[in-house]
Nanobody
Framework: QLQLVESGGGLVQPGGSLRLSCSAS????????VGWFRQAPGKNREEVSCNGVHPNGENTGYTNYARPVEGRFTFSRDNAKNLAYLQMNNLQPEDTAVYYCAILWRALACPYTSVDSWGKGTVVTVSS
């Protein structure tokens, strides 16, 4: 069973930072592309970042970021611990959302419709 659990969300003031974690169990995370998505109240779920994996299982070594977060958010993963992270700096009120991690089997991109498994999300609120 593919299970993902996010943590690290919370309330932060504008300009602050949070690091989200995604803990994977039941599979080897290094076989999967990892995407972070977010859904703000009243809006559609949107991709925040995607770190891909080649069909041969090799990581692409590249993470694609949505333009609103580029330069502020950084993805990383620790395959040995089956963990993925999203470091979020200089958070702004428009970053307020539920953040989800998702996995896709050996995928180069993270299209919403192709996700193999979703976590249940962690809430990030940016407010003064």
């Amino acid at each position: 069973q593919l299970q993902l659990v996010e943590s690290g969300g919370g309330l932060v003031q504008p300009g602050g930072s949070l690091r989200l974690s995604c803990s994977a169990s039941g599979f080897n995370l290094d076989d999967y592309a990892v995407g972070w998505f977010r859904q703000a109240p009243g809006k559609n779920r949107e991709e925040v970042s995607c770190n891909g994996v080649h069909p041969n299982g090799e990581n692409t070594g590249y993470t694609n970021y949505a333009r609103p977060v580029e330069g502020r958010f950084t993805f990383s993963r620790d395959n040995a611990k089956n963990l993925a992270y999203l470091q979020m700096n200089n958070l702004q009120p428009e970053d307020t959302a539920v953040y989800y991690c998702a996995i896709l089997w050996r995928a180069l991109a993270c299209p919403y419709t192709s996700v193999d498994s979703w976590g249940k999300g962690t809430v990030v609120t940016v407010s003064s």
